[in-house]
């Protein structure tokens, strides 16, 4: 309490964004399987330059952030098991994220684990980039 103000230190905020700052930048967040191939896929698409796996924001994590010309594009993989009761959760964060200049790609996970193909992704980019738009599904 004295130190921190809070019974729980993570129940600040910026206690919270310090922690996911550390996390990134020692290579130590959290991350699935899916998750990885994703962003391993979007790497060898877009650039090393251009994609930044387990991304923070705040208090939030990206799972890879897309970076094209001033475009900062927030690539969601939402696995089944943990994202088929999260509608009003991924909605709040959603739109704290658009509040804050950020596009988002979410790609709706199945029981496969199945990702999208190239064509999808870059045709889901260019929907949000060329055309204006905040949110696309895949």
């Keep these: 309490m004295r130190k921190y103000g ?23 967040n959290s991350t699935s399987k899916v998750e990885k191939i994703l962003c391993k896929q979007l ?34 993989y939402d696995g089944y098991y943990w994202h088929k009761n999260r509608g009003q959760k991924d909605g709040a964060r959603n739109a704290v994220l658009m509040d804050k200049g950020y596009r988002i790609i979410r790609i709706k996970g199945n029981n ?19 055309d204006n738009h905040h949110l696309v599904f895949i």
């Excluded at 019974?7 to 020692?26: G, H």
């Design 43 to 76: 790497i060898d698409m877009f650039g090393e330059d251009k994609c930044f796996p387990s991304y923070p924001v705040g208090e939030l994590t990206l799972d890879c952030l897309l970076i094209l010309n001033d475009n900062k594009i927030d690539i969601e």
């Design 112 to 130: 496969q684990d199945t990702l999208p193909s190239n064509e999808q992704i870059i045709n889901a980019v260019d929907y949000l980039v060329k």
């Design 6 to 28: 809070v019974s729980n230190p993570y129940q600040s905020k910026e206690i919270q964004a310090k922690a996911k700052q550390t996390l990134y930048k020692n290579s130590t």
